[in-house]
């Protein structure tokens, strides 16, 4: 990924946002769900109960890609009409400001 991109992902899901939440913040759940692979470290950054939660992602351990970025996963939870959820995964690059005297952006890496 460069600077610029982010993968996002939406969907609705047939689950109200507080057992979407739960399933995001509850360790064994969450590792069901997205951290099957013991090598990724993942912190919260900031949360909103049963709405958003960002964790920053890093690969990590004997087999981490070097060089690898960081990045932040961002889940927005809404909820629909009828009962569930509306589901939004955004998967981004850290960027972090050049010195004041540049006008890029660097990405942070490991």
């Not at 909103?48 to 970025?69: C, F, K, M």
């Not at 959820?85 to 850290?94: I, K, Q």
Request: glycine content about 4%.
């Amino acid at each position: 990924m460069t600077d610029t991109e982010a993968l996002v992902f939406e969907c609705e899901l047939d689950a109200p946002p507080e057992k979407v939440w739960r399933a995001l913040t509850i360790p064994e759940y969450l590792a069901r769900w997205i951290k099957p692979d013991q090598n990724i470290d993942l912190a919260v950054v900031t949360s909103e109960e049963n709405r958003s939660l960002t964790y920053s992602w890093r690969e990590a351990g004997q087999g981490a890609i070097v060089g690898a970025e960081d990045s932040l996963v961002t889940f927005e939870l809404t909820p629909t009409n009828d009962g569930g959820t509306w589901f939004r995964l955004t998967h981004e690059p850290v960027t972090v400001p050049s010195a004041a005297n540049s006008n890029q952006t660097m990405l942070l890496v490991a």
